[in-house]
């Protein structure tokens, strides 16, 4: 028992640290598009607020709500892997409760 949570645990650190290499990228990806945006829309606007908001407007909505959509998949990643963890904890312990209590081998 012990083994399938603690493959089921590391899985689920494989799945969230690649979930987390995806989030850089895409907010890496946005904050390049919004420089980029920022250097060839800046005289067109009184204000950075205004350019932000244009942005975010017509380009950055779609990677945004993408990196929404990844964030909260992290947080439910981050209880499942907390969930295994305590499971594979538990189970170590009582493996370990349970070769003490075994007569020694000669």
Request: proline letters at 1%; aromatic letters at 8%.
């Amino acid at each position: 028992m012990h083994s399938r949570f603690a493959v089921r645990h590391a899985h689920a650190l494989y799945v969230r640290a690649r979930l987390a290499t995806r989030l850089l990228r895409l907010r890496h990806k946005q904050r390049m598009a919004l420089a980029r945006f920022r250097s060839l829309y800046q005289k067109d606007f009184k204000t950075a607020r205004e350019l932000d908001a244009a942005f975010y407007l017509d380009d950055g909505e779609e990677t945004e709500r993408h990196i929404l959509e990844l964030e909260i998949k992290a947080e439910v990643l981050d209880a499942v892997i907390a969930g295994f963890d305590d499971v594979v904890k538990a189970a170590s312990r009582e493996m370990s409760r349970r070769d003490s209590e075994r007569a020694p081998r000669d």
